[in-house]
């Protein structure tokens, strides 16, 4: 039983006061609404909403390849994931075009991205497609920054593809692996 004493000492000065009725709160009542209160919030909250993002990945039907889709190599652009927060990129095929090492964020890979949906809007009159490829010394927080910025781009197709041991080399060209 939960109580608030509120009794004044006695024994002050000499004179006789009248003895005054000490005043008792019974606060059993307000322990059990606290508690009642406190148990109807933990179990009506949700703490934590998840936030994710919503990547539609499709299937692999490897036994009727004629469903692939084909994607012009002059627009595609793909984007290697290596190490210290650095990444390298090129326009269509590999080799035949001067790889870029950037670093994420909007003045970087984000600039890149937006001038480079114009240009190949430009030259084809379609969306570019981004292959995305992670390497061994990339970090989960660098695919989660890239998807980011795909998201921010409104880049609506790309891809996550598994990296080369040609691509890796370049990586390793450019001291980023």
Same mark, same amino acid.
């Given at each position: 039983m939960a109580e608030l004493d509120t009794s004044s000492s006695e024994g002050k000065g000499g004179k006789v006061r009248t003895k005054k009725q000490s005043t008792r709160v019974d606060l059993t009542a307000m322990v059990d609404l606290? %508690? &009642? &209160? #406190? =148990?109807? %919030?933990m179990l009506t909250t949700t703490l934590n909403k998840p936030q994710a993002m919503d990547l539609t990945m499709p299937d692999k039907d490897q036994k009727n390849p004629q469903n692939q889709l084909d994607v012009a190599a002059s627009r595609t652009m793909t984007i290697l994931l290596g190490s210290n927060d650095k990444l390298e990129w090129y326009i269509g095929e590999p080799g035949k075009s001067a790889p870029t090492v950037e670093g994420y964020g909007k003045n970087d890979i984000r600039k890149t991205l937006i001038e480079n949906i114009q240009k190949v809007k430009a030259s084809t009159g379609k969306d570019m497609f981004v292959i995305i490829k992670p390497s061994d010394k990339s970090v989960y927080k660098n695919v989660v920054d890239i998807l980011d910025?795909?998201? #921010? =781009?409104? #880049?609506?197709?790309?891809? @996550?593809?598994? @990296? =080369?041991?040609?691509?890796i080399e370049e990586l390793k060209k450019q001291n980023i692996y």
């Open positions: 606290a %508690f &009642l &209160l #406190i =148990t109807f %919030f910025e795909m998201a #921010i =781009t409104n #880049i609506q197709s790309y891809g @996550i593809v598994d @990296i =080369t041991k040609a691509e």
